[in-house]
């Protein structure tokens, strides 16, 4: 830990009511979804945390319920989302961090549609993960169907019930072994990333400052950088 981060905790540590002092030595529970999430931002988190004495617990659920359970109190944050949602998860905290960015792809059957951006989408029937709040955002008005597994897309799309499907790029490297995405082509819809972003608890305001501080120590000095890629490795 560099020592402007044991100079801020140490600062924060002797505020009066600081929540710090509780967490520190015990597990946090954080929620997270696979359906979303390659474990990247998990990896971050757990050596953030690490460096306050705390260690976490975290937990897979379905994405929104992964969302609903950090916002009523039953986890203590969720790992990664978009900025934004905190508009409708009053609960939620966002730590604003970026830890990493994702790109949106739309992907269809070789030739069977033609998109290059998002605008296009409007032409077609599109398919999105449930609870995956960057795509129901991108797609919002156009009526996409929402479905609670990426298997189920696989197949709608494969049986020509869907034209499109939306997903991130990191998606994409862990299709390669499913048979329904062999003829698959993918199209970048924005020309910028998202960045993902770490949400606590509202319950957790007093703590929200020294994580801050620590994930932008980690972002600054490269830390963070090389978690990543080694995470993305694994």
């Known amino acids: 830990m560099t020592r402007n981060i044991i100079i801020i905790t140490c600062l924060l540590l002797a505020t009066p009511n600081f929540a710090f002092s509780a967490l520190a030595g015990r597990k946090m529970v954080l929620t997270t979804s696979e359906a979303i999430h390659t474990g990247e931002e998990s990896a971050v988190l757990r050596v953030a945390y690490a460096k ?3 260690e976490l617990d975290i937990k897979e659920l379905p994405p929104r319920r992964s969302l609903e359970d950090a916002n009523d109190g039953f986890a203590d944050g969720e790992v990664g989302r978009v900025a934004g949602l905190e508009k409708e998860f009053t609960n939620l905290i966002r730590i604003d961090v970026p830890i990493k960015s994702i790109e949106t792809m739309a992907y269809f059957t070789h030739g069977a549609v033609t998109i290059n951006g998002l605008a296009d989408l409007t032409r077609y029937r599109i398919g999105i993960l449930e609870g995956m709040r960057l795509s129901e955002e991108l797609t919002k008005g156009m009526h996409p169907i929402s479905v609670d597994s990426w298997e189920k ?6 049986m020509g019930r869907l034209d499109v499907i939306l997903a991130s790029r990191e998606r994409q490297e862990e299709w390669h072994d499913i048979p329904q995405t062999r003829n698959l082509e993918s199209v970048q ?36 950088r090389k978690i990543l890629l080694q995470a993305s490795m694994n």
């Open 189 to 224: 819809l924005q020309p910028q990333g998202h960045a993902i972003y770490h949400y606590l608890n509202k319950r957790h305001l007093d703590f929200a400052p020294v994580i801050r501080m620590v994930l932008q120590d980690m972002r600054q000095t490269g830390e963070m």
């Open 153 to 158: 897309l696989y197949t709608l799309l494969e």
């Open 52 to 54: 306050l004495g705390i």
